[in-house]
């Protein structure tokens, strides 16, 4: 059955470092999707990704967050410079066309800023 | 702005037992609403959803009616197994806005 990958499943980062998160979308999905959740706090949405460019982003998703697909099959969230707060679980999520409302989830990545 | 939430956790239960988690909502307009299941070392699942007021999702003998009087999409279960252990998030969205609102999420934990 097809699912969405993240890699990686953990890391821990010093404060100040980029960070590169990643995820493989179902192959003929078209919509693409951060969330994160902080421990014990709600899942948030960050960012959809829709045709190469952001359709929507969350106040959240400030200068320090960036987006990219930069193949036909990845889709990446960069934190460029990590804050002790950006500390959560980071969970990618895609759909396809249709207006079925499902949005299929990876497993997460857990980042850890120390 | 449109929130949702759900009932504090851990809910533990004895297998089957009968469930409740609890999930209310705002929203500015008609949302669809969602369950979403997380099992243990897996990402979020859909698990039933409804599209408008009196409507009820249904899946793996869970349920939850679409309430517009009361803002609530309550979860229910007649009897839950230990597999059905997990995290249970509640979540709306608007047709054409993808976007996912969701709740904090509930833990159950059913014990044999």
């Known amino acids: 059955e097809p699912e969405v990958t993240q890699t990686p499943s953990h890391q821990v980062t010093q404060m100040g470092q980029e960070v590169i998160l990643r995820c493989v979308p179902i192959?003929?999905?078209?919509?693409f999707y951060w969330y994160r959740q902080i421990l014990g706090q709600k899942v948030e949405f960050l960012v959809s990704f829709y045709n190469n460019e952001i359709s929507e982003k969350s106040e959240i998703f400030d200068d320090q967050f960036s987006v990219e697909r930069p193949d036909g099959s990845n889709f990446t969230l960069k934190i460029r410079s990590t804050k002790l707060e950006d500390s959560a679980m980071y969970f990618c999520?895609?759909?396809?066309?249709?207006?079925?409302?499902?949005?299929?989830f990876g497993e997460g990545s857990r980042l850890t800023v120390l | 702005g449109d929130s949702v939430t759900q009932m504090e956790g851990p809910v533990t239960l004895s297998e089957e037992a009968f469930l409740t988690i609890n999930c209310t909502y705002t929203a500015t307009g008609y949302p669809s609403l969602f369950w979403y299941v997380q099992y243990p070392g897996e990402g979020l699942q859909l698990l039933l959803k409804?599209?408008?007021?009196?409507d009820k999702g249904s899946n793996k003998g869970f349920e939850a009616t679409y309430r517009k009087e009361t803002t609530s999409f309550h979860l229910e279960k007649g009897s839950v197994q230990v597999s059905d252990s997990a995290v249970y998030f509640c979540?709306?969205?608007?047709?054409?806005?993808?976007?996912?609102?969701f709740g904090s999420g509930t833990r159950l934990q059913v014990q044999p």
């Open positions: 409804a599209t408008k007021a009196d």
């Open positions: 979540a709306l969205a608007y047709t054409g806005r993808r976007a996912l609102t």
């Open positions: 192959s003929n999905h078209l919509y």
């Open positions: 999520a895609s759909r396809d066309r249709g207006d079925t409302g499902e949005l299929f």
